[in-house]
């Protein structure tokens, strides 16, 4: 059985070599010993703080098969971005100029760097090994956020982002950076974008330009590629724009990925999932798969399982098994999601 659950210190080795697989612009998990243990243990400390207003906290969780015991994914959600670190983003905006003694008007379109989102709930931290990469695993694996998100809603921002990866080569490479590099920053993108994970961004506000940066001005190869995404978070942009996610119109101000964002109260899998009443019992014939999750913070737990759901009751029959995994009782809730 696959179990997702709250990451703890024991899981370092495994955080450690998600790192090293995730690759380039896999911004929030460097390779960095240090970084992996305080992001540990700073989830492990969010999981148990007692939140009235979201600020810091940071609730990243694994996936585990309980058959091995090995961990092979991960997801994550942060409360509220920027209120420590400074959270950063290009906003793409219009500036027209026009002349009635020539009889001309164009509109130029601008990047302005802004903090636009601090505040807001971050979708982060998400990755599946390659060899369960199968039967819905990665979708179980990123919609069990929202039941998360429905359940501890005051633990959050109001608005929920997701930041897209954008297009980089093999080695890691940016068409969008290159110009950031040569003409501003001076360093490669591995490498800023390494610092970014490490939280040491004061080269940013030192080095980005202040002003609004005219796209038509940038290389074509960089103008090609704002707001696009990654050959492989295609699906991931997939599944979120299914729940209502949108661009407004902010791109990573790396490799000009697209933000993505929707009202938690708005997210599709938030308003539909719903909590029932469970009766340990044998699994009806007429079950189809679901999403589902205890309701609890500290021992959160969440997995997919079969259940017979009706419109018209608020009971529903789990297995045993599926029961103690997710360390519910006979008359404790869950929270479920149609797959």
Request: proline content about 3%; some cysteine; hydrophobic content about 40%.
């Amino acid at each position: 059985m696959l179990v997702i659950r709250p990451i703890r210190s024991t899981d370092y080795e495994a955080l450690y070599q998600i790192a090293q697989e995730s690759g380039h612009g896999f911004t929030s998990l460097p390779v960095n010993e240090d970084l992996l243990r305080s992001k540990i243990a700073r989830v492990e400390e969010s999981f148990t703080k007692q939140v009235d207003t979201p600020f810091d906290e940071g609730y990243l969780m694994v996936l585990e098969d309980t058959e091995t015991g090995e961990v092979v994914g991960t997801c994550g959600i942060e409360a509220a971005v920027g209120m420590v670190d400074a959270f950063y983003h290009y906003r793409l905006g219009t500036e027209v100029y026009h002349s009635e003694q020539i009889d001309v008007r164009n509109e130029v379109e601008t990047l302005t760097l802004c903090h636009d989102y601090t505040g807001a709930a971050e979708l982060c931290t998400l990755f599946l090994r390659s060899s369960y990469r199968k039967n819905n695993n990665g979708r179980m694996l990123s919609r069990s956020r929202f039941l998360f998100l429905a359940q501890h809603a005051k633990r959050f921002g109001e608005t929920v982002i997701a930041e897209m990866r954008g297009e980089s080569d093999e080695e890691g490479n940016s068409p969008f950076y290159g110009w950031l590099q040569e003409h501003f920053l001076g360093i490669d993108f591995v490498r800023a974008d390494y610092l970014s994970g490490l939280s040491q961004k004061a080269f940013m506000a030192e080095m980005m330009p202040k002003n609004a940066v005219y796209v038509c001005l940038l290389p074509k190869e960089a103008q090609k590629v704002i707001g696009e995404v990654h050959t492989n978070t295609r699906p991931a942009l997939n599944l979120l724009q299914a729940e209502g996610f949108r661009c407004r119109g902010y791109v990573d101000i790396f490799d000009a990925g697209p933000t993505v964002e929707c009202h938690l109260n708005d997210i599709r899998s938030v308003r539909e999932s719903r909590l029932l009443t469970v009766t340990i019992g044998d699994t009806p014939s007429d079950a189809t798969s679901y999403i589902v999750s205890n309701t609890e913070l500290e021992n959160y737990r969440a997995t997919a399982v079969n259940l017979a759901v009706t419109d018209d009751s608020d009971d529903v029959i789990l297995d045993a098994q599926t029961a103690a995994a997710l360390m519910v009782k006979d008359g404790g809730q869950i929270r479920v999601l149609p797959m």
